[in-house]
């Protein structure tokens, strides 16, 4: 996986061959298929690897927050998204935008709104923020986070901390704190 990775990136998906993966790899053909089916399936892993390095920065990150403290809680999920993502902008755009795979049924993605969406969900069972639908506050987060992000490197903008501040504060105006609800009901 590590040398399709590299591959990947240098070359392409599309122009890495399984050949050129084997070669790399100095394995023979046989043996790659013994664990891959196909350079889909080795993308799809490498997408799975990616989702799941950020993920563990997120939840570490976030476990680092106290309970109780859900705008740290979500700062810090915010800031480890966005470091994730930055860190490895090469392998994020390979594996999701550069190639398409066939089997457009995989959705890695959605395994990080549904961190997201079980955070706001705890968030609001403590009452820090109200939200109608955890699951499409999620959705809206997330996706608005990466395209932030993505203007952020289109404009080689490189203030990582700015950006975390701006997304945060973003996110933090679409949660309808407890106490602003009950200001605006008046």
């Known amino acids: 996986m590590d040398v399709a990775e590299e591959l990947f990136i240098a070359k392409g998906v599309g122009q ?24 889909d399936e080795i993308l799809s892993a490498l997408r799975t690897k990616f989702v799941t390095m950020c993920l563990d920065r997120i939840d570490a990150a976030v476990m680092k927050q106290a309970a109780d403290d859900w705008q740290g809680r979500l700062r810090a999920w915010i800031g480890a ?16 935008h550069d190639y398409r795979l066939q089997n457009r049924g995989m959705k890695i993605g959605n395994m990080a709104v ?42 080689k903008n490189n203030d990582r901390a700015a950006l975390v501040d701006l997304v945060e504060r973003l996110s933090s105006a679409a949660l309808q704190r407890p106490q602003l609800a009950a200001a605006s009901a008046r």
């Open 16 to 39: 890495t061959t399984i050949d050129d993966i084997v070669a790399g790899a100095g394995v023979a053909k046989g043996t790659f298929y013994l664990y891959f089916k196909s350079k």
């Open 81 to 96: 998204a966005i470091n994730a993502y930055l860190d490895h902008v090469r392998l994020h755009d390979t594996v999701f």
């Open 114 to 155: 549904a961190n997201l969406a079980e955070l706001l969900k705890a968030g609001a069972a403590a009452r820090a923020w109200r939200i109608p639908d955890p699951a499409l506050t999620a959705v809206f987060l997330f996706n608005g986070l990466h395209a932030v992000v993505d203007d952020a490197i289109a404009r």
